[in-house]
């Protein structure tokens, strides 16, 4: 990790840097295709076993820990290297581990979204560090509805460490690109659809940051309560941190150049009043108003609770 952090600046910058998504990439698809099946010697013994587990777990983690030195240039040159290779390729790469199984993208977006959820079976610390590199990723129209859908079914399934996982990549993103990680950003798509996927991501996190809490004294009931608790500051605290992004981000920050990234600051570069969308849908479904935007609906009655 080390070395490839000094090395950054020369593996940062493209053609190198495609070099060095592409090994990673590729490992990390390996990897999903021997989940469940790196342990089935029934000969091994329990220290081996461990030894073994450890080994697996250290591998799964070698490519996410080389690209984490990345810049966010390079990231999003390897997005836009991707989208073309993927056209030219005529459709997403798939892999199978049976022939019962549907296709899988193997496009990296679509790997680190698997990664960082808790159902593919990876570790916590592989989990955690993939929804951070997730959050890093080009917000495409594509990467942003996904990340929504998959959102929705965490939350919906009551799967809450997948949600605060891809909250987790929400906040990455948010350090990486200011209110740019919400999406808009994107040559390819209208303004609608990039509307419609931010008001999704808005209207999940809203709901994640207004679950209602167990009050039963049981041990279970109790362990679940912690558990939303955590769901609901996550919610919370990356609400407040969009609304942040969105007011550092200026009026105009939505209408920037594709691919191009906000400053340090924040700034959007038209100098003008400052406002965000999310904080005032939210003072307008506070106070009941009738015109609130439709991503407030489903959690009105949750705010005024709150």
């Known amino acids: 990790t080390r070395l490839a952090g000094e090395l950054s600046q020369w593996l940062g910058a493209p053609p190198v840097s495609r070099v060095v998504f592409e090994r990673a990439r590729l490992a990390m698809a390996f990897d999903a295709n021997q989940v469940g099946l790196e342990n089935l010697d029934e000969n091994v013994d329990d220290e081996s076993a461990k030894s073994n587990d450890v080994k697996i777990a250290f591998s799964r983690l070698k490519p996410l820990l080389l690209l984490r030195p990345m810049p966010i240039e390079a990231w999003d040159d390897w997005s836009a290297f991707e989208s073309v290779a993927d056209t030219v390729a005529g459709s997403a790469e798939t892999l199978k581990s049976s022939e019962d199984l549907l296709p899988v993208s193997n496009l990296l977006p679509d790997i680190l979204l698997r990664k960082a959820l808790k159902q593919n079976g990876e570790s916590d610390d592989s989990r955690r560090l993939a929804a951070e590199l997730l959050g890093r990723v080009f917000p495409s129209a594509r990467v942003i509805s996904q990340r929504a859908d998959s ?80 769901t609901k500051m996550g919610g919370l605290e990356t609400v407040a941190r969009i609304i942040g992004a969105e007011l550092l981000g200026g009026k105009n920050a939505t209408g920037s150049t594709p691919r191009k990234r906000l400053g340090a600051d924040g700034g959007g570069g038209g100098g003008g009043e400052r406002v965000s969308v999310t904080l005032n849908g939210l003072v307008s479904g506070i106070v009941g108003d009738p015109n609130a935007p439709r991503w407030v609906y489903a959690a009105r009655t949750s705010l005024r609770d709150a």
């Open 151 to 230: 959102f929705e079914r965490a939350v919906v399934d009551g799967r809450l460490g997948d949600a605060r996982a891809l909250a987790l990549a929400t906040l990455s993103g948010i350090n990486a690109r200011n209110a740019m990680a919400l999406g808009g950003c994107d040559a390819t798509t209208g303004s609608d659809d990039d509307d419609k996927s931010k008001d999704r991501l808005r209207a999940v996190l809203l709901l994640m940051a207004t679950l209602p809490l167990n009050d039963e004294t049981s041990a279970t009931a109790s362990a679940k309560r912690l558990e939303t608790t955590k």
